[in-house]
């Protein structure tokens, strides 16, 4: 049993088994997050369950270092208090729902253990388009009809500006002449590209505003395939409420849909089909649940959305000569399909940014820096 997971009592609390009895099986999850000492599946006694222990000490990068502060998008006891108060719950009428708490226990060495319902369903990283398109409907509907929620001291506020703020650590290559000719990204980066992500690195100031002044909602702000599984009967299970709090109407969606591509879990090539539906499908949703507001401006909090991808262009600069990990660290990526497929989900992006830079000023806000 890995030494970070031990906890007797909770085995047994949990599965009913004693702790030498169950096995620990380690789930994908961000290496990275200061905030997550570890999941595991835990099998024991004909029952299995999900542990998730949540830290404050491990050392990791500042850009995902844990904070103590409750607005902070990266509070490291924000997933607790979501499930301890119920909020995980809140969407469940509309046909997302999180996995059911079974323990949330507090370590004598600070840490905290959420125990959760191992969700049989199939993982969205696997879907369909059509059911891409299915989620999108119901969080729509859930986004409608809930609307910003409560005002919960423990909510994370100004996510968008804070977590992008984090990462623009490479921001001069994109500048830098050397960086661009590099053979892999000469090979995957569309034309155009380079003066798309400066433009939109000159813009994100603008984009980030615009998104603050948007119709604001309850928001999971970590919306992607990986997170996602089915629920049966038409439902989504929603995993990892780490990052929840306020929001604009359209934010989540305008996460949900680079990342399938950004991940490698839809191909770039069905990106612009799959947003077009799956952003019908969001707004027919929002409209079933009774939200009655300008609909343009949706459009504007999903296409605006693309400035959290600010740094990507600069990333992926910086790191053409590197071995391309898969997420959780699990394995490698092909670098030309990586950079394929990113390349051309930036290139989509740009043509969002570009959407928001015309409708916003049709809508009250100033132009752009750089204009329309």
């Given at each position: ?7 007797h ?10 702790a030498?009895?169950a096995?620990f ?5 961000n290496p ?17 369950a999900?542990?998730?222990?949540l830290?404050r000490t491990?050392?990791t ?12 998008w ?11 108060s119920g ?12 996995p059911?708490?079974l ?5 004598p060495?600070?840490?905290v253990?959420l ?5 049989p369903?199939?993982?969205a990283t ?12 119901r ?13 919960a001291p423990?909510l994370?506020?100004?996510f968008?500006?804070?977590y992008?703020s ?8 994109l ?10 990204v ?7 590209l380079?003066?798309d992500?400066?433009?939109l ?5 603008w984009?980030l505003?615009?998104?603050?002044s ?15 599984r089915s ?6 299970v929603?995993?990892d ?10 934010e989540?969606l305008?996460n949900?849909l680079?990342d399938?591509v950004?991940d490698?879990?839809v ?5 612009p089909?799959?947003a077009k ?12 649940s ?10 504007l909090g ?10 990507l262009?600069?990333l ?8 391309q990990p898969?997420?959780?660290g699990e394995?490698t ?9 990113r390349?051309?989900?930036l290139?989509f992006?740009?043509?969002w940014?570009?959407?928001a ?10 132009e ?5």
């Open positions: 049993m890995p030494e970070v997971a031990a906890a009592a909770e085995v047994r609390e949990v599965l009913g088994v004693p030498h009895e096995v099986e380690p789930l994908p999850h990275s997050n200061g905030v997550t000492a570890g999941v595991w599946r835990v099998t024991g006694g004909g029952r299995s999900v542990l998730k222990v830290t491990k050392e990068s500042v850009a995902w270092s844990a904070s103590n502060d409750p607005r902070h990266n509070f490291w006891r924000r997933e607790a208090y979501v499930y301890r909020l995980a719950r809140v969407w469940q009428w509309h046909g997302i729902r999180a059911r708490l323990e949330c226990a507090e370590r060495d600070g840490d253990a125990w959760l319902e191992d969700v369903g199939e993982p696997t879907w369909p388009l059509s059911r891409h398109v299915d989620h999108a409907h969080l729509g509907a859930a986004q409608g009809a809930v609307g910003p929620g409560e005002e423990w994370s506020q100004g968008l500006r804070d992008t984090d990462r623009t650590t490479d921001e001069a290559l500048d830098d002449d050397e960086a661009w000719q590099h053979p892999l000469q090979r995957h980066f569309p034309p155009g380079r003066e992500m400066v433009r690195h000159h813009d994100r100031e984009f505003t615009v998104m603050e948007l119709p604001r909602t309850l928001c999971h702000l970590d919306q992607w395939p990986a997170n996602v629920g049966g009967a038409g439902t989504s929603l995993l409420w780490a990052f929840t709090g306020d929001g604009a109407l359209g989540d305008g949900y680079p399938s950004l490698l879990f191909p770039a090539a069905e990106l089909g799959l539906a799956a952003y019908d499908a969001y707004v027919q949703g929002l409209r079933q009774g939200w009655r507001g300008d609909e343009q401006l949706v459009r999903v296409c605006a959305s693309a400035v959290k991808y600010d740094w262009a600069a992926m600069l910086a790191r053409a000569d590197e071995e898969a997420y959780g394995g990526v092909p670098a030309e399909l990586r950079y394929r497929e390349g051309l989900t290139a992006l740009a043509e940014a570009a959407e830079r015309q409708l916003a000023p049709r809508l009250g806000f100033p752009a820096p750089s204009g329309r």
